[in-house]
């Protein structure tokens, strides 16, 4: 079955780095994709990966592994407006997504 | 980027009775779009896909002749909740995906909250 694994809930300080693991087992990959959800909003789309690799956007960046099924999403100079719950999703072969059950961020001052 | 809207935002329905949402894509055609729904505390849960000018696909578990899906225009795509439950109450999302981005990025509506009494 096809499944995306990624932690339930972390907690970080302001101004300080977290990351976040997701891992992945999918009937083909077309891509890995990071969305950010505000409590009782919709999705935002952060970042999109196809190719291993670390791909940087401002204070957040996104690594792909293929081979291992596995992306993490990397949170810099973590502000309190960076409180939500990140979500993972895997586009497969019949390019549909995936998602994961998503990672609640907490950020203390 | 694509900018995709819901509507209503909001509604509060009495048990039994319909609701229709709809989801715009405004400035961009949408030929296929897609309806989540979302409990409190958990993920997005994908019901149907939506295509432009034929039936729409549903999950598994999802009941078709409970939530009625009409995809008749590239910019506007239905969900009529029929007979509505308690259970059904929800925070219901729609999707839309734009050709023109290259990687079939999905573009999310606001999102309508359903609160069946």
């Known amino acids: 079955g096809q499944n995306i694994d990624q932690p339930t809930e972390m907690t970080a300080t302001e101004g300080a780095i977290v990351q976040i693991n997701c891992t992945y087992q999918t009937s083909g990959f077309n891509g890995l994709f990071w969305y950010q959800q505000h409590a009782g909003e919709a999705p935002t789309f952060l970042s999109y990966n196809v190719l291993d690799g670390l791909e940087e956007k401002g204070r957040f960046s996104s690594f792909l592994s293929r081979s291992k099924g596995y992306s993490y999403l990397l949170l810099k100079e973590l502000q309190m407006k960076d409180s939500a719950s990140y979500l993972c999703?895997?586009?497969?072969?019949?390019?549909?997504?995936?998602w994961g059950a998503g990672t609640k961020l907490i950020i203390k001052p | 980027g694509a900018v995709v809207s819901q509507h209503p935002s909001w509604v509060i329905c009495k048990s039994g009775t319909s609701v229709k949402i709809e989801c715009r894509s405004l400035?961009?055609?949408?030929?296929?779009m897609f309806w989540y729904r979302q409990f409190p505390k958990q993920s997005l849960m994908l019901m149907a896909t939506s295509n432009e000018g034929s039936k729409a696909t549903y999950e598994q578990g999802v009941e078709k002749d409970k939530f009625l899906i009409n995809h008749a225009s590239l910019t506007l795509s239905t969900l009529t909740v029929t007979s509505a439950h308690p259970e059904d109450s929800s925070f219901y999302i729609c999707?839309?995906?734009?050709?023109?981005?290259?990687?079939?990025?999905?573009?999310f509506g606001p999102g309508t909250r359903l609160t069946v009494l």
């Open positions: 999703a895997v586009m497969d072969s019949n390019y549909q997504l995936i």
């Open positions: 999707s839309a995906r734009d050709p023109a981005t290259g990687y079939n990025e999905q573009f």
């Open positions: 400035d961009f055609q949408a030929t296929t």
